[in-house]
């Protein structure tokens, strides 16, 4: 038998190590992309309501409760993210996944067979709890299967999905809603949350954290949730015809919750859900607050324009949803024009921010025009609010970062979607609660319409004091 040559006994461990390195290849694309349909799901269901709302508040009654079919869902999300991470350290990461997409599923299908407006609010903070936790683990995940030089690419990669379900959340669910109906939007989360899970119990790390028990004080969570509640409820109080004496409750329970929750961040060792920073230093309060300001706009506009729309008889359902999407599209565009601004003048950011906020109250007060506003122009309206929001989120973040300590970098930069969230919760509610009470109050032929005119009137307002905010950026950074 010939000997072989020396290039053929050179290629075989060549070959070998080939091989091996195309089979790590094989699971670790599976669990990327188990990965990205995990939180796709979750992604999608937070952006495809908006163009389901008409169809859904009209179809259940209870109009005056829409509201918070969205921030109850946002809410709740929030507030999973701490306990999924607490999940994670304690019994590994691939296991508390598989419980948050089981958690997901289950509340899908609960929204899919709801039959009233309580119901179904119930069943979306419940949705918001998986998504919560299932978008929380999916960057552990990734955090935990790849190195430093893989990590930063698989972060770009899980950004990219909220920029793909921005975009494609209205649409998918304006085509469900006129095809199928929008139920079976929710009930196919069911076989898609399976597979996710599936495969993420095949190829996901399971091990825990080297820091277990980490994360925000449990007091500090449960006082900052009732601080939260108890002020969105008194923002609601109106829409929900809640008794005088309920009001005084519920400011007491705000009190009383903020005052237990600085209390408790006082003690040495304890964290919140909020650096105090954010209360105490120019630079992030500010950021912080055209963070919340440009979330206030774009949620609350994509929330009431479309409900503004069916009413007047100006659209149908089918586009009134879709006018949700040119404001999804302008985030996606602001944020990505604010990356290639901060590249090539990084000293700008506040120019841009200041921008981004003149954008959002062109866009609002576009709206003020309602019901004599073309859809057309509305399209536009939402589009400029979109891009201002992503210029304004984008540069608020870099800004944060750049002003937060080095060990702090991660806290700081997930307040920002937490105020985020927060500032998306309170748009949704206040405009809403100004609208019907307004609808209330005005009374005559026209009353809904000019409720409407009012909402937009004072989400331009709310635009303009974000100009304010981010004008006095410049003076936080020179002052820390």
Request: aromatic letters at 6%; a positive charge; glycine letters at 10%.
């Amino acid at each position: 038998m010939p000997r072989p040559s020396m290039p053929e006994t050179l290629a075989r461990p060549q070959l070998a190590a080939s091989a091996a390195k195309d089979s790590t290849k094989a699971p670790a694309k599976a669990l990327i992309a188990s990965i990205l349909l995990a939180l796709f799901l979750s992604a999608i269901d937070s952006t495809a309501v908006g163009a389901l709302l008409p169809t859904i508040a009209h179809g259940f009654g209870y109009e005056s409760l829409y509201p918070w079919l969205i921030s109850g869902f946002l809410l709740a999300s929030v507030l999973a993210v701490p306990f999924a991470g607490l999940a994670a350290d304690r019994w590994g990461s691939r296991a508390a996944m598989t419980v948050a997409l089981g958690w997901f599923a289950a509340s899908s299908l609960a929204v899919a067979l709801v039959t009233d407006m309580p119901s179904l609010i119930a069943a979306r903070a419940a949705q918001g709890v998986g998504a919560g936790g299932v978008t929380a683990l999916s960057y552990v995940l990734i955090g935990q299967a790849f190195g430093n030089a893989g990590r930063a690419k698989m972060q770009g990669l899980l950004s990219s999905v909220w920029g793909l379900a921005a975009v494609a959340g209205p649409l998918l669910g304006t085509a469900v809603q006129v095809t199928v109906g929008w139920r079976w939007l929710f009930a196919a989360n069911v076989p898609l949350a399976a597979v996710a899970v599936a495969m993420i119990l095949k190829y996901g790390p399971s091990s825990r954290s080297q820091a277990p028990g980490k994360g925000p004080d449990r007091v500090a969570l449960t006082t900052f949730a009732a601080a939260l509640t108890a002020f969105l409820l008194l923002l609601v109080g109106p829409t929900l015809h809640l008794r005088a004496w309920s009001y005084g409750v519920l400011a007491a329970i705000l009190v009383a919750a903020v005052m237990a929750h600085v209390r408790r961040l006082r003690t040495p060792g304890r964290t919140g859900m909020v650096p105090a920073d954010f209360a105490v230093r120019p630079a992030q309060r500010n950021a912080g607050l055209v963070t919340i300001g440009a979330a206030v706009t774009l949620y609350a506009s994509v929330t009431l324009l479309p409900l503004a729309l069916t009413s007047s008889g100006s659209a149908s359902s089918g586009t009134a949803g879709l006018l949700v999407a040119p404001g999804a599209l302008g985030w996606v565009v602001g944020s990505a024009l604010t990356a290639r601004l901060l590249q090539q003048r990084p000293a700008r950011t506040i120019a841009i921010a200041i921008g981004g906020a003149f954008l959002l109250a062109l866009g609002a007060g576009i709206l003020t025009g309602f019901p004599g506003t073309s859809v057309a122009a509305t399209a536009v309206a939402e589009l400029l609010i979109g891009v201002g929001t992503g210029l304004v989120t984008s540069t608020a973040l870099v800004h944060v970062q750049n002003a937060a300590p080095a060990h702090l970098m991660g806290a700081h930069t997930s307040t920002v979607t937490l105020l985020r969230n927060l500032g998306a919760a309170i748009g949704v509610n206040l405009l809403a609660t100004v609208q019907t009470t307004a609808a209330r109050n005005i009374g005559g032929l026209h009353a809904e319409a000019d409720a409407y005119r009012i909402a937009f009137a004072v989400l331009t307002a709310l635009a303009v004091l974000t100009i304010l905010a981010a004008g006095r950026l410049r003076q936080a950074s020179t002052r820390d």
